[in-house]
T-cell receptor, first 110, second 117 residues
Framework: QKEVEQDPGPLSVPEGAIVSLNCTYS??????FMWYRQYSRKGPELLMY????GNKEDGRFTAQVDKSSKYISLFIRDSQPSDSATYLC??????????FGPGTRLSVLP | NAGVMQNPRHLVRRRGQEARLRCSPM?????VYWYRQLPEEGLKFMVY????????ESGMPKERFSAEFPKEGPSILRIQQVVRGDSAAYFC???????????????FGEGSRLTVL
């Protein structure tokens, strides 16, 4: 079993849809949870950061962490074509050695 | 542009040659991380460095790979005697804070794409 699992997609949605992206993990010691967005041929950029369990909202993006289920989610409301990218979840025990999921490719169709 | 700078962006090497990838972190950042990304796979941690120190190299292959972050100049990831399996995108990231204080804010460069013929 991989340490962090993520559905690779591709996931195609119409513009304006609510998108749900998920990761599961096996290491219960993870405390720091991040979502990165990566456009084609570019480096990842941090979208959301959450420490321990709970929700965090930033504009159209909401991150949820459920440590009891070892499950994290990223929701994108009112999705736009510019949201088309690969979304990587990442997690860490001490904020040092970040473990990334393989990424989910999202296409938002106009 | 004060972002993380990586060069070269593309590098082609023949089997057995050496590859050197350079990374200049963001201004004020003293922590550097190297990751490798293969197609359809996530970023795989390789090494974490601070100035003149290797903090964690648990993701680095034991042979042929080395990394340094000297007091002056960029961080360098060196791959000796490259093989086809080394073909990948290598990303460098920097952060202003270290262990325990890091909030996940890794700032990534645009990557160096190595192709081994």
């Amino acid at each position: 079993q991989k340490e962090v699992e993520q559905d690779p997609g591709p996931l195609s949605v119409p513009e304006g849809a609510i998108v749900s992206l998920n990761c599961t993990y096996s290491n219960s010691a993870f405390q720091y949870f991040m979502w990165y967005r990566q456009y084609s041929r570019k480096g990842p950029e941090l979208l959301m950061y959450t420490y321990s369990s709970g929700n965090k909202e930033d504009g159209r993006f909401t991150a949820q962490v459920d440590k009891s289920s070892k499950y994290i989610s990223l929701f994108i409301r009112d999705s736009q074509p510019s949201d088309s990218a690969t979304y990587l979840c990442a997690m860490s025990v001490y904020g040092q050695n970040f473990v990334f999921g393989p990424g989910t490719r999202l296409s938002v169709l106009p | 542009n004060a972002g993380v700078m990586q060069n070269p962006r593309h590098l082609v090497r023949r089997r057995g040659q050496e590859a050197r990838l350079r990374c200049s972190p963001m201004k004020g950042h003293s922590h550097v991380y190297w990751y490798r990304q293969l197609p359809e796979e996530g970023l795989k941690f390789m090494v974490y460095l601070q100035k003149e120190n290797i903090i964690d190299e648990s993701g680095m292959p034991k042979e042929r790979f080395s990394a340094e972050f000297p007091k002056e100049g960029p961080s360098i990831l060196r791959i000796q005697q490259v093989v086809r399996g080394d073909s990948a995108a290598y990303f460098c990231a920097s952060s202003p804070r270290g262990v325990l204080a890091n909030t996940g804010e890794l700032f990534f460069g645009e990557g160096s794409r190595l192709t081994v013929l």
